[in-house]
């Protein structure tokens, strides 16, 4: 049985930083290309960042880039999301997610969410 649990989220602040973390199990972990989702109320879960099985390729949305980092370690079935310099627009819920294509919207295997609140 494929899992994946996301940890770090909470209230952060304007300015701050959070990281999420993702663990895996249940798959092949190196197989995998991995991505960070997020959803806010009433709009639609949206990529953030994605990250290539070896970690060689990143891609991140428009509205992150420069202030959020996504990372892996396969040896510890782990993928992260450094988050910097929060706006209250990073406020939503964060979902991982894994998939064998390296997409931004098609993955096989999702993780719960968790919240993250930026405060101003």
């Known amino acids: 049985q494929v899992r994946l649990v996301e940890s770090g989220g909470g209230l952060g602040q304007a300015g701050g930083s959070l990281r999420l973390s993702c663990a895996a199990s249940?798959?092949?972990?190196?197989?995998?290309?991995m991505a960070w989702f997020r959803q806010a109320p009433g709009k639609e879960r949206d990529i953030v960042a994605r990250?290539?099985?070896?970690?060689?390729?990143?891609d991140y949305a428009d509205s992150v880039k420069g202030r959020f980092t996504i990372s892996r370690d396969n040896a510890a079935n782990m993928v992260y999301l450094q988050m910097n310099s929060l706006k209250p627009d990073d406020t939503a819920v964060y979902y991982c997610a894994a998939g064998r294509a390296f997409t931004t919207t098609v993955y096989d295997y999702w993780g719960q969410g968790i919240q993250v609140t930026v405060s101003s």
């Open positions: 249940g798959l092949i972990f190196s197989y995998y290309n």
């Open positions: 990250i290539s099985r070896s970690g060689t390729s990143v």
